[in-house]
């Protein structure tokens, strides 16, 4: 009854502590593809083929379903997968939804046609991959009319916070903050369109001020996930054991992965 979780490197473990706080019962097996992080800088075609092969793995380790924690492995290689690769007995869903359906207040299914909403003015704070990949922009335009997005490619930020830079990583985000803010000085929401970002939310919060609602994806997916699963239990695959596979060196991720959640992390060779 595993579900997989799929990252390229150590963003999602933002997803992985908040589904399994939510969903206690259900084994969760995560790969993080830190051999190859991070995918933001990376182009499409590179993009998909990592993120295949990180599908089959988890697959293979008995997850039916797999979420891709990886806001852009989500925005560039997602819709390519669905529209021939997964095989009808599987299912790979990505982050995007959950957020937008949050922004634009719509429940997870809702197909009607894209309606006002409240928020017209909206920040995306992103890597440059899910940036030029305007699949945010895409997504939103299907449930919503009428929202400026401003999205800023957040170079290097990624790296930082791999890295437990912090001082760096709270610079960084100050400046990608000041450089949008020149194009749009008064968002009223912002969106964390990355797994890292939530360890940096208060940062974000601080550099654009109260006024500003961001919103951050991990509670999001976590919420999304159990009212998919309660629609779709024949999803739950076959694994049982939880379990943190890594294509890096198994030693140092956990090691990362340990200072990145302030909690033990143990990670094993996939």
Same mark, same amino acid.
């Given at each position: 009854?595993?579900? =997989?979780?799929?990252?390229?490197?150590?963003?999602?473990?933002?997803?992985?502590?908040?589904?399994?706080?939510?969903?206690?019962?259900?084994?969760? *097996?995560?790969?993080?593809? #830190?051999?190859?992080?991070?995918?933001?800088?990376?182009?499409?075609?590179?993009?998909?083929?990592?993120?295949?092969?990180?599908?089959?793995?988890?697959?293979?380790? =008995?997850?039916?379903?797999?979420?891709?924690?990886?806001?852009?492995?989500?925005?560039?290689?997602?819709?390519?997968?669905?529209?021939?690769?997964?095989?009808?007995?599987?299912? *790979?869903?990505?982050?995007?939804?959950?957020?937008?359906?949050?922004?634009?207040?719509?429940?997870?299914?809702? #197909?009607?046609?894209?309606?006002?909403?409240?928020?017209? @003015?909206?920040?995306?704070?992103?890597?440059?991959?899910?940036?030029?990949?305007?699949?945010?922009?895409?997504?939103?335009?299907?449930?919503? *009319?009428?929202?400026?997005?401003?999205?800023?490619?957040?170079?290097?930020?990624?790296?930082?916070?791999?890295?437990?830079?912090?001082?760096?990583?709270?610079?960084?985000?100050?400046? @990608?903050?000041?450089?949008?803010?020149?194009?749009?000085?008064?968002?009223?929401?912002?969106?964390? =369109?990355?797994?890292?970002?939530?360890?940096?939310? #208060?940062?974000?919060?601080?550099?654009?001020?109260?006024?500003?609602?961001?919103?951050?994806?991990?509670?999001?997916?976590?919420?999304?996930?159990?009212?998919?699963?309660?629609? @779709?239990?024949?999803?739950?695959?076959? =694994?049982?054991?939880?379990?943190?596979?890594?294509?890096?060196?198994?030693?140092?991720?956990?090691?990362?992965?340990?200072?990145?959640?302030?909690?033990?992390?143990?990670?094993?060779?996939?």
């Amino acid at each position: 009854m595993a579900v =997989g979780i799929f990252d390229s490197g150590l963003g999602g473990l933002t997803v992985l502590d908040a589904v399994s706080k939510a969903l206690p019962d259900v084994p969760f *097996v995560y790969y993080g593809d #830190n051999a190859h992080t991070p995918y933001g800088v990376r182009d499409a075609d590179d993009i998909y083929d990592l993120t295949t092969k990180g599908v089959e793995r988890l697959w293979a380790a =008995g997850c039916d379903l797999v979420i891709l924690a990886c806001n852009t492995a989500s925005a560039a290689a997602l819709r390519r997968m669905q529209e021939g690769w997964i095989p009808e007995d599987k299912r *790979v869903l990505g982050v995007f939804v959950p957020l937008i359906e949050a922004l634009t207040e719509r429940e997870w299914g809702d #197909n009607s046609p894209p309606r006002e909403v409240a928020v017209k @003015h909206v920040a995306l704070f992103a890597t440059p991959a899910t940036v030029s990949s305007r699949a945010f922009q895409r997504e939103l335009a299907f449930r919503a *009319v009428g929202v400026d997005v401003e999205a800023q490619p957040c170079g290097g930020l990624v790296d930082a916070i791999e890295e437990g830079d912090e001082i760096l990583a709270e610079a960084l985000v100050r400046s @990608h903050v000041e450089a949008l803010q020149r194009r749009m000085p008064t968002p009223e929401a912002a969106i964390l =369109g990355c797994t890292h970002y939530p360890l940096m939310q #208060n940062a974000f919060q601080e550099a654009l001020g109260p006024e500003v609602k961001v919103y951050s994806q991990a509670d999001l997916v976590a919420a999304s996930l159990g009212d998919y699963l309660k629609r @779709h239990p024949d999803m739950l695959g076959s =694994g049982t054991v939880s379990m943190n596979l890594t294509s890096g060196d198994p030693a140092r991720v956990s090691s990362k992965a340990t200072q990145f959640l302030r909690r033990k992390v143990e990670f094993h060779a996939a």
